[in-house]
């Protein structure tokens, strides 16, 4: 049976040259970083060269990266330990409403705890107005976190820009720390700290060819934050808990990779993603492409099927060898569609009949083929049976 | 397989039994709404209390359009009170079970076919299906 992995933002598949770099550091090299003895000593000079070749990737200093378990974790250190550490300043929190749930959920949190959130609408393509941050930004306002790219339409928030004018704002006393959730971007596209202009930045290793279990987080030195995890002198205090350090060897070798191959990564990407939008486009009547027209990560096409569910449109993908991913609720378990769509103003049945395709490394010109050769007659076979579907209507 | 769901699910959603439109109905069901991301369309021919055609239209995941398949096999060539006493929970052990909160999808089986029942109710006799009401099971399933 063919299978084509086309949900590369779920995750990807650890490259094997990760994989090897990894092997060593469980059986062989598994001494604790923390021990003062050779075993210890050489599991600490390991972690301390990834966190080097992580800081290269992202152009910062190696003393600037803490270790973290994921992603998610790295988000909510970043909110939990920015606004914990700045409670005096104010109780101002200014984010997205597309942002990932690892932000949208701390920041329910820290409104039942008397911090006030402001959570900042999109436009159809999906992007964020500087100007709106502007505005946004009060006497208050300690922090804000905007995504670098969004997770489920692939569309590239302007950071920079908004790195820029929050900075802009710093001065008699006060001090915005802006935050980036990069989990979508690192080793997709260029990114640098000091380019970007960010104060924080969150990233996943298994987002990118590195293993699952293990991110990290960009704190600029300086940043008033407080831990997280507490229980230990881990990470320069920042980040207790015993190191994970086959993880962090992984993502050192994935930063590595990224940082060689990162042009190369996204020459591949780009014209096999446009390639399944023409296709669809040109194939299939009455379908929208969900995001940005051009600022759009490489790997995403985000689709909606006019008059189909979306997690019909997947089973029967699966049953082709292809997987994929829906914003439907149906599929996530809730009633509501996914957030980021109703934020893009679709409607209710647009949102539930969207489809994500996320391409890899590994993604061949056939595999694009194959799909477009495919879904047509899937979507074809689900409108015979929608009661809501007319052609051109 | 995929999201949990039994062979017997699958084989339904991969050929659903009695898709379509027909033609000159004598009740049809009309329930669900895009909110909620299910839509249903139940279709049926009555003969002297029988109902000896059915058809669907499904707009939802592959549980809802696996239980309007097994729904539309079920009550072919029953009476209408049999009919009537099929519930969402025979379907669901028809179709070998359905992952917990995929079951609410099965709601909205059963009510397309009492829907269809109380048009034809209403068409034939004047009277709707007593004490019947289209629900939306959604907000029962999950008070929101």
């Avoid at chain 1, 914990?84 to 984010?95: L, Q, R, V």
């Avoid at chain 1, 690892?102 to 959570?119: M, N």
């Avoid at chain 1, 539930?352 to 007659?377: A, C, K, N």
């Avoid at chain 2, 995929?102 to 059963?110: D, G, N, P, Q, T």
Wanted: charge should be neutral.
């Amino acid at each position: 049976m063919k299978r084509i992995y086309l949900d590369h933002a779920a995750t990807t598949p650890t490259h094997p040259d990760v994989l090897a770099a990894m092997q060593p550091f469980f059986s062989d090299k598994f001494g604790n970083p923390s021990s003062i003895h050779s075993f210890g000593r050489e599991t600490r000079s390991a972690i301390e060269n990834a966190r080097g070749k992580v800081a290269d990737l992202l152009g910062a200093k190696p003393e600037e990266i803490v270790f973290t378990s994921g992603g998610t974790e790295a988000n909510n250190f970043a909110l939990h330990g920015i606004a914990y550490a700045n409670e005096e300043k104010g109780s101002h929190i200014i984010t997205s409403a597309i942002e990932h749930h690892a932000i949208l959920q701390p920041c329910k949190f820290l409104e039942s705890r008397g911090f006030k959130v402001t959570y900042l609408p999109v436009d159809k393509h999906g992007s964020v107005d500087p100007e709106d941050v502007r505005k946004a930004i009060t006497d208050k306002t300690i922090l804000v976190s905007i995504m670098q790219a969004n997770n489920e339409v692939g569309t590239i928030e302007p950071v920079e820009e908004i790195a820029g004018m929050v900075r802009g704002t710093r001065g008699e006393g006060r001090n915005v720390y802006f935050h980036t959730d990069a989990v979508q971007t690192v080793g997709q596209v260029e990114v640098n700290v000091d380019k970007l202009g960010v104060d924080l930045l969150s990233l996943s290793g298994h987002k990118f060819y590195g293993p699952k279990g293990v991110g990290a987080l960009f704190i600029r030195k300086g940043t008033r934050m407080v831990p997280f995890l507490r229980g230990g002198e881990q990470e320069n205090n920042r980040r207790a808990s015993t190191e994970n350090v086959p993880g962090i060897v992984g993502l050192g070798k994935a930063c590595e990779l990224a940082k060689n191959e990162l042009d190369s990564r996204i020459r591949h990407l780009t014209p096999l993603r446009d390639k399944l939008i023409k296709g669809i486009m040109n194939k299939i009547p009455d379908v929208v492409l969900n995001g940005h027209p051009d600022q759009r990560l490489p790997k995403n096409v985000d689709i909606s099927v006019k008059g189909i569910e979306g997690e019909s449109m997947l089973l029967n993908l699966e049953m082709e060898g292809v997987a994929v991913s829906t914003g439907s609720a149906c599929s996530s378990g809730t009633t509501e569609p996914s957030h980021v769509l109703m934020a893009i103003g679709l409607s209710h049945e647009l949102a539930h009949g969207s489809l994500r395709f996320t391409l890899g490394r590994l993604t061949t010109e056939s595999d694009i083929i194959y799909v477009l050769d495919v879904f047509p007659g899937i979507v074809e076979k689900l409108r015979k049976m929608s009661p809501t579907y007319k052609k051109g209507g | 397989m995929a999201e949990g769901y039994s062979n017997k699910v699958m084989e339904h959603f991969r050929n659903p039994h009695n898709v379509g439109e027909m033609k000159d109905p004598d009740g049809t069901g009309h329930v669900g709404n895009p909110v909620c991301g299910d839509i249903m369309e139940m279709y049926i021919k009555v003969k002297d209390n029988i109902i000896t055609d059915v058809k669907f239209k499904t707009f939802g995941c592959g549980a809802a359009i696996a239980t309007s398949s097994m729904m539309t096999d079920l009550v072919k060539g029953k009476t209408i009170e049999e009919a009537l006493k099929i519930s969402n929970r025979a379907v669901v052990d028809a179709l070998e079970g359905l992952p917990p909160r995929k079951l609410h999808c099965s709601v909205l089986a059963e009510d397309a076919l009492k829907g269809a029942i109380n048009d034809h109710l209403l068409k034939t006799t004047g009277k709707g299906l007593q004490g019947w009401k289209p629900r939306d099971e959604h907000d029962l399933e999950h008070g929101h």
